[in-house]
């Protein structure tokens, strides 16, 4: 088919010089005005000749992706400069559940938009998820990655409010390609393998393209790192009773140690997949081709942390009058309860399991009517399903029998051994069961007019449903974990969308965009997107674009059930023994949708040859947000006598937290505003580019983040900035050179203010290829073993492991054959 077609997959043109050329990109750098043929790319859905659109976009080629040494899809982009707050990747030991996710602009994992290929990527990891696991997707298959900085609900619908992730796979290929990987720290750990193979072939009158991918990634543990403290927690091995310890004469004493549990915690989770993926596309005729591509992937992953803390109020009149006496006050009266905790090392570590299988097949097919316009039709299934367990879970029900039947075993301050822990039903396996499933048919029409209006216009029906089963212990509250209630929902949505583009003069073009939505959740929803371009000449550019998005309540957000969190808070009444204190959070089927409006303002200039900048100011407003009132917050206003914030999250005035719960309303808001800056320099022997964002502001239920880093939010550094220079040594040697640079912020320190310094990660490698079939690519990332900052309220190693390397130095070699 000789003439490009639309694919509903997303289809836009725009300057090469327009965009940000992150990096390797093997796209040149045209000027403005250069007619060149259709192409495919990131934010419209119309096919043009011209190459201009409003809105910037960053293109990370698969060369790039292989010179750096980067395995996973959330590596690469967690390390671009539009991405910001907390995302989840190999070293998320606590709570990922072995996912990996990217957030733009830090506005949340749920507000970036991921597509396959312009296609929407099914929700994916433990069950009832609202974002893809970029796990799913094999680095091998990826010809480039493509981010729209830019709210898009009005060409894709919801979730594209602070941006869209378009990975597009390899297609049209010949040949059969062997790849095989290694990566190494230089302490000797965090050993990983990968093998994958890429074969395709000419088959009757279209392409076959094959691939599979195996690796696995090795663990680093935190006790193996100098720069993370020992942690500090008061459940300690030899149990402790209304807080005091066992002194070993049957008495108990105030306790004097506390235990380390990063010994048992790891750095850098492991994790093992197989990836099988396909693409064909054929010609049906000489005006109608058809395309099918399919993927397949399987996780199995692991988290290790300390052993169950076990945290038991005693009834006191089942204990023996011997203990019990030790904590009379001073009238003589024993307490009803007493609080008896113990850290769990006699059952071992908790491991945390994930076994997750992802599927994904889409089916389209495209055709040229006779005045050219393009038609198209596609179909899309996606599914994911999920078993977790937790080996080494701990039954507190069975437990807290166990203690009033062997009081001398367990008040002695001695080991408890695994196997009488196991014959008491103590010690067990947590097992739950999770998934999600997508379903999508649409259809499209596009084309050009003999007055040069390019048009867009097609209908969408979408069918989205998830689950999550926790283990039937965890339900009936008997676990030493939260108790939690399964979650299961669906809901489906019918689109119809409209998208122009018309060039008023050869210097002026606008574009504009609406879409409708209608869920069955909520009702009904419109967007709209207007931009524009001006050419002052062929060589400098302005473009602007002001939108509106929205993002539609999740299954998760719509239907789970109360889910127990034990989270860090400040008691103001002085009633919780701990630090931790348990929550309830719950969904609500009465959520509304959040609604935005974006706008970008941007120039984009050819200097000279081969030298060019792009520099973009962008702006977002999210309102009605979906969120929850700050728990802490709340109890210090019913503390100080607000009876609204008491009921708001179901405490009382005189301090009475046990039925503490959280639930999801459309309460939050969000303003973010910075500036993206580009230059890029060319020659046939180099090239060398600067990416960088400056964070104006970032505010989040009225309260300021930017600048500053703690452990629930992530991290919002003013400046961030990549630098990356590559060069061809030789006809078969090249040589790259990136350096990551982020500035420092400022956190809390118990109350004092502590700010991290600035950083920057080098990073070098070399490829070298030994003739036309053989290459060998070799490098370092962070070269100099850069330490990451001190985060004292990081979520986890004292710092926030999304934003800095915990790993250290790690080597990596590839090579690759070609037949």
Known sequence: MKKTQLNLAVITTFSALAVPNVFAQEVSVPQINTDIEKIQVTGSRINRTDMETASPVTIISSDFIAKSGYTSVQDILSTQPAAAGMSLGSSSNNGSGGSATVNLRGMGANRTLVLLNGRRMVASGTGADSSVDLNTIPVTMIKSIEILKDGASAVYGSDAISGVVNIITKKDYDGTEVNIEGSQTDKGDGTSTGISLLHGMQLGDGNLVLGVQYSKRGEVSQGDRDHIDPGCSSFVEEGSLGGKTPDGNGGFEDRTDCYDYTDDSYAQTPNELVSLFSSFNTDLDSDTQLNFDFMYTRRDSNQQMAPQPANIDLDTSKLDDKYTDQFKDENGNTPDELNYRRRMSDAGPRIFEQTTDTYRASLGVQGLLDNDAQWDLSVTYGRNDSEDKVQNSIHAGNMEQSIYANQDLWFSGESIDSEFLASEGIMYTETNKGGNEQFIMS?????????????????????????????????????????????????????????????????????????????????????????????????????????????????????????????????????????????????????????????????????????????????????????????????????????????????????????????????????????????????????????????????????????????????????????????????????????????????????????????????????????????????????????????????????????????????????????
């Open 443 to 819: 259809a499209g029409l596009s084309g050009l007019t003999e007055s040069d209006l390019g048009y867009a216009v097609g209908i969408e029906n979408r069918f989205e449903s998830g689950f999550y089963t926790p283990d039937l212990i965890t339900q009936a509250g008997e676990s030493t974990s939260a108790q939690q209630d399964p979650t299961s929902g669906s809901y489906s949505v019918q689109s119809m969308y409209a998208e122009f583009s018309l060039p008023v003069s050869d210097a002026l073009a606008i574009e504009a965009a609406t879409r409708f939505d209608n869920y069955s959740t909520f009702g009904s929803a419109i967007t709209w997107k207007l931009g524009a371009t001006y050419s002052f000449s062929d060589s400098f550019m302005i473009r602007s674009v002001a939108a509106t998005g929205f993002r539609a309540p999740n299954v998760s957000e719509l239907y789970s059930g109360n889910s127990g969190s034990f989270d860090y808070l400040d008691d103001p009444w002085g009633n919780a023994q701990d630090a931790q204190i348990l929550v309830n959070y719950t969904g609500d089927e009465n959520l509304s949708p959040e609604e935005s409006e974006s706008f970008t303002l941007g120039a984009v200039w050819e200097i000279a040859d081969g030298l060019s900048t792009t520099v973009d100011y962008w702006s977002f407003n999210i309102t009605d947000a979906i969120s929850r009132a700050n728990v802490q917050n709340q109890m210090n206003l019913c503390y100080a006598g607000d009876i609204q914030a008491c009921d708001s999250i179901n405490i009382t005035p005189d301090g009475d937290l046990s039925d503490m719960t959280s639930t999801l309303t459309n309460i939050g808001s969000q303003k973010t505003s910075g500036i993206d800056w580009n230059l890029s320099y060319r020659q046939d022997a180099y090239k060398v580019t600067l990416d960088t964002t400056y964070l104006l502001n970032f505010e989040e239920d009225g309260v300021n983040y930017e600048g500053t880093i703690d452990g629930n939010m992530g991290g919002y550094s003013k400046l961030k900035a990549n630098l990356s220079v590559d060069v061809n040594v030789t006809d078969n040697l090249s040589m790259l050179y990136n350096a990551q640079f982020i500035q420092g912020m400022d956190g809390e320190d118990y109350g004092d203010t502590n700010s991290t310094d600035n950083v920057i990660y080098h990073n070098v490698s070399a490829a070298y290829h030994m003739n036309d079939q053989w290459s060998v690519n070799g490098g370092v990332k962070n070269l100099l073993d850069t330490d990451p900052e001190y985060v004292p309220d990081g979520n986890d190693m004292n710092t926030v492991p999304g934003l800095y390397d915990v790993v250290g130095r790690t080597l990596f070699l590839s090579t690759s054959y070609k037949f």
